[in-house]
């Protein structure tokens, strides 16, 4: 069983659906998680950066974090077609580490 | 301020061959990570360097190494290709002060292996 769950879809939206995605992690020291968006032949770029369990909002990205159930998510409001890329969730056990572990991506099509 | 810059971009080799591929870091930051995507196994951890010491590896075979230079700049080996290291290997950078688990990513090198 993989340290991080992630269901690889693809998820199709209308254009304005508010979108919902989601990781489970098994390993109990995770504290901080992160939510990566990847574009075609691109690298993946930093969307959100949480620290413990609770809600941060950047725009229209929300993160979610509850740690008693393993379970993160990253709410997207009023999607549109330019968020269509995979998004992926990665972890850390601290700050100072330099390996993150990475569920295994979610592609995300908003269809116009 | 230029991104990670990771060089070639598309590769093709054949098995049993070796192969090199370059990371640039952001300018000012001194570690570097890299790590392997693929279909079935996601992104997965390979090592990261600073200054010059590889400090953390992760769970691959010793055909995989890698080294990095006074500049910071990176480089990665594979010896003795196999197919299924056909993959995009992506390098991180990281900032040389505040939380080191936040990570910039080049475009990648995509290997393939035939």
């Known amino acids: ?112 | 301020k230029a991104g990670v810059t990771q060089t070639p971009r598309y590769l093709i080799k054949t098995r049993g061959q070796q192969v090199t591929l370059s990371c640039s870091p952001i300018s000012g930051h001194r570690s570097v990570s890299w790590y392997q995507q693929t279909p079935g196994q996601g992104l997965q951890f390979l090592f990261e360097y600073f200054s010059e010491t590889q400090r953390n590896k992760g769970n691959f075979p010793g055909r995989f190494s890698g080294r990095q230079f006074s500049n910071s700049r990176s480089e990665m080996n594979v010896s003795t290709l196999e197919l299924g290291d056909s993959a995009l290997y992506l390098c991180a950078s990281s900032l040389p002060r505040g939380p080191k688990n936040i990570q910039y990513f080049g475009a990648g090198t995509r290997l393939s292996v035939l």
Do not use: H
């Open chain 1, 1 to 112: 069983q993989k340290e991080v769950e992630q269901d690889p879809g693809p998820l199709s939206v209308p254009e304005g659906a508010i979108v919902s995605l989601n990781c489970t992690y098994s390993n109990s020291a995770f504290q901080y998680f992160m939510w990566y968006r990847q574009y075609s032949r691109k690298g993946p770029e930093l969307l959100m950066y949480t620290y413990s369990s609770g809600n941060k909002e950047d725009g229209r990205f929300t993160a979610q974090v509850d740690k008693s159930s393993k379970y993160i998510s990253l709410f997207i409001r009023d999607s549109q077609p330019s968020d269509s890329a995979t998004y992926l969730c990665a972890m850390s056990e601290r700050d100072s580490s330099y390996k993150l572990i990475f569920g295994s991506g979610t592609r995300l099509l908003v269809r116009p």
